[in-house]
């Protein structure tokens, strides 16, 4: 089965670049969509295909997708992005969907 | 404004059965894949089972496969969970998700989450 990989932790200051990881096989060839999950709440969408935001999340949050890696970039951190972040695929050769294991970021 | 609204958690005995809602408004219903997804307290997301817009597709998790049973109905905007010969291990909050664009799960995202659920599994 597919695995997704992130890093249990990031830890940024305020007003820094954060840069979340998630590896698997091959997976510049598949469009990954990005998660963010506060305390007590559900996700919410904040980047999908790879590199587009929904509407209402701010330019500071952004994507890319290359060979085995891919990176959610959020620019000038602060406080209210300290939260949990997770990337999704979808594996066609098992029709499941997989999470990675979810980064807690930490805004120092 | 779209809205899920899951239902149907509680407390129940290992080997118990439960079934889960997910009132759906907002958009057109049929239109759209659902999943549930699930979080398991302290732990991360895990994907639960998919079904298609029309409800003739459906994929489940190898953890929940012949226990779990993903349906929906149209004419309600309901998307169903049952859940059969339930473990300690299905202990965990249950949300229901929106496929953003696609009326088959083939690899979109989810754009709308509900609040989730709590299922407990004790004794």
């Known amino acids: 089965s597919y695995v997704l990989t992130q890093p249990p932790s990031v830890s940024v200051a305020p007003g820094q670049t954060a840069r979340i990881t998630c590896g698997g096989n091959?997976?510049?060839?598949?469009?990954v969509p990005w998660y963010q999950q506060k305390p007590g709440q559900a996700p919410v969408l904040v980047v999908y295909?790879?590199?587009d935001r929904p509407s209402g999340i701010p330019e500071r949050f952004s994507g890319s997708n290359s060979g085995n890696t891919a990176t959610l970039t959020i620019s000038r951190v602060e406080a209210g992005d300290e939260a949990d972040y997770y990337c999704?695929?979808?594996?066609?050769?098992?029709?499941?969907?997989?999470f990675g294991g979810g980064t807690k970021l930490t805004v120092l | 404004e779209v809205q899920l609204l899951e239902s149907g958690g509680g407390l129940v005995q290992p080997g118990g059965s439960l079934r889960l809602s997910c009132a759906a408004s907002?958009?057109?219903?049929?239109?759209?894949?659902m999943s549930w997804v699930r979080q398991a307290p302290g732990k991360g997301l895990e994907w639960v089972s998919a079904?298609?817009?029309?409800?003739?597709?459906?994929y489940y998790a190898d953890s929940v496969k012949g226990r779990f049973t993903i349906s929906r109905d149209n004419s309600k905007n309901t998307l169903y969970l049952q859940m059969n010969s339930l473990r300690a291990e299905d202990t965990a909050v249950y949300y229901c998700?929106?496929?953003?664009?696609?009326?088959?799960?083939?690899?979109?995202?989810?754009?709308?989450w509900g609040q989730g659920t709590l299922v407990t599994v004790s004794s």
């Open positions: 998700a929106k496929d953003g664009r696609t009326t088959v799960p083939t690899g979109d995202y989810f754009d709308y």
């Open positions: 907002g958009f057109t219903f049929i239109t759209n894949a």
């Open positions: 079904i298609s817009g029309s409800g003739g597709t459906t």
């Open positions: 091959n997976i510049g060839s598949k469009t």
């Open positions: 295909d790879d590199s």
């Open positions: 999704q695929v979808w594996d066609s050769s098992s029709d499941h969907w997989v």
